[in-house]
């Protein structure tokens, strides 16, 4: 037997008995590419691992009651490769300080939490409790594919050229547009569909540039990983006029399509979300505010659609064993360091209208949920600057350029702004720079202890 299905199945076994016990925890951290979930998990597992992190979690209160033992990395599945932590900690270590670079494939972390109990049976009969918790990284494009799965060829076909069809994305895809209007698709030759795979791929890179082009689909086409090279990944969508009078390709398309649905999509579903426990959604609105409207608007349709790939709704012990449901959903806008404190409040309200408007509220009725702003890795300082004898709020940072600056961001607004707004005021909130950081100290950053409140402080009490 292979020493990977051993592995595995031992995984799993441990796994049901922690489930059984109450004693394992999956946490998916959602978000689309750049949302912030590599510096997220980088921020998470460090606070938790670091040796005495009581000044720097005061909300977290296992730590604060001094029950927090630790953490150390566990074993996990020999096939899966480990999230690298140490690599992620040492780019933030460099001169000048760096940002972990993009994810381009899976990663998981096992951690092992020691703790004291604080009532119960367990306080009284065991010296120490555990907790199993497990977290994957993953390139945000990928999870753009899962809606895909609700989708037929053709579906696919219609809904990419609405899409196309939108102001910021229209000029740019015009040139493969006409490419598959001048090609001879009668032809269907491999040569043909190569040609036109590489000018859909070359599409997508543009849309990924442009700030704002959230729905960019399938995600291996940008994001190959292992799949570089893949027959099925000779996929694009036909215009919806082409499907029937082109029966050949459009029938070849649809094969790599399901193929696609069923030996990629279905997969990393299965593997790494269908058994999710608690969620975190991480969502950079300022970014899409700074990109204006058609933005905000394609981002939160694309949080909808992602979303509804997920279940929510109490664990009971059989359910938690054998059809594990999301119970504790976390909201967070990301990079809250990019705007002064004040701003905070209206940046999670915002949040709150983005994901929550679009969707049929008895989705999250099941599940706990909460909102906050916050920054995995905080690279700003906030404080104030006295202009005509009063005190404004300021931050300071460095750019991505390497400038010293202190200044005001600017307001957010507390809904979704209308287009009106966007045409008069354009938002700029700067990309900043992390601070440079020692080894062996705490991270900084912004309600990380809230979060680790919300998502573990009721497995460890
Ligand atoms: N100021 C600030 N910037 C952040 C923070 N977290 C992430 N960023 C910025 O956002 C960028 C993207 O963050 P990542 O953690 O790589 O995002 P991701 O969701 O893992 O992106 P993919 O791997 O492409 O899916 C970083 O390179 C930083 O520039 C934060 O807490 N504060
Ligand atoms: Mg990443």
């Excluded at 426990?277 to 349709?301: F, H, K, P, T, W």
């Excluded at 992602?306 to 359910?319: E, V």
């Excluded at 005021?425 to 720079?433: D, G, V």
Aim: net charge neutral; with cysteine.
């Amino acid at each position: 037997m292979p020493v990977s299905f051993l592995s595995q199945l031992q995984h799993q076994g441990r796994e049901l008995t922690g489930r059984a016990l109450d004693r394992h925890l999956r946490l998916g951290v959602t978000g689309l590419s750049g949302a912030g979930k590599t510096a997220f998990i980088t921020s998470l597992v460090h606070q938790l691992t670091q040796g005495d992190s009581s000044d720097n979690l005061p909300f977290f209160a296992v730590v604060q009651q001094q029950r927090f033992l630790g953490a150390r990395l566990s074993q996990q599945p020999l096939s899966v490769p480990r999230f690298a932590l140490d690599q992620n900690l040492s780019y933030l270590q460099h001169e000048p300080p760096q940002w972990p670079p993009s994810t381009q494939g899976f990663s998981q972390l096992n951690l092992n939490l020691r703790y004291k109990a604080a009532e119960g049976l367990r306080a009284r009969l065991q010296h120490s409790s555990e907790l199993a918790l497990e977290v994957i990284d993953y390139p945000g494009e990928w999870l753009l594919d899962l809606p895909l799965l609700e989708l037929t060829y053709a579906k696919w076909c219609e809904f990419s050229w609405q899409l196309f069809a939108r102001p910021h994305r229209k000029a740019a895809a015009e040139p493969f547009k006409q490419a598959l209007l001048s090609a001879d698709l009668s032809l269907s030759t491999p040569g043909q569909l190569q040609q036109l795979t590489d000018a859909y791929k070359t599409l997508m890179q543009q849309f990924h540039q442009i700030p704002g082009a959230y729905l960019n689909q399938p995600g291996r086409v940008l994001v190959p990983g292992e799949l570089a090279g893949a027959p099925m990944l000779q996929l694009f969508p036909l215009l919806p006029e082409q499907l029937e009078a082109a029966p050949a390709l459009a029938k070849q398309l649809e094969q790599h399509y399901q193929s696609y649905c069923q030996h990629v999509i279905k997969p990393f579903y299965q593997r790494y979300f269908a058994r999710l426990d608690r969620q975190v959604i991480l969502v950079d609105c300022l970014a899409a505010l700074n990109a204006g409207a058609d933005a905000l608007a394609e981002l939160s349709q694309a949080l909808k659609l992602i979303l509804q790939s997920f279940q929510y709704g109490p664990g009971g012990l059989l359910s938690r064993l054998f059809k594990p449901r999301i119970d504790k959903v976390l909201f967070a806008a990301s990079k809250a360091d990019h705007v002064t404190p004040e701003q905070h409040k209206a940046l999670t309200l915002l949040l709150q209208q983005l994901l929550q408007q679009p969707l049929k509220q008895s989705l999250y009725q099941a599940a706990t949920s909460e909102a906050m702003s916050i920054a995995a890795i905080r690279a700003s300082n906030s404080g104030y600057v006295q202009v005509d004898g009063l005190a404004q709020p300021c931050l300071s940072g460095t750019t991505m350029t390497g400038k010293a600056v202190t200044y005001f961001p600017g307001e957010v607004p507390a809904a979704q702004p209308d287009a009106q707004l966007f045409s008069r005021h354009k938002f700029e909130f700067i990309e900043l720079r992390p601070q440079p950081w020692r080894d062996n100290t705490a991270l900084p950053h912004i309600r990380m202890d809230h979060v680790l409140q919300f998502l573990l402080g009721d497995k460890l009490r």
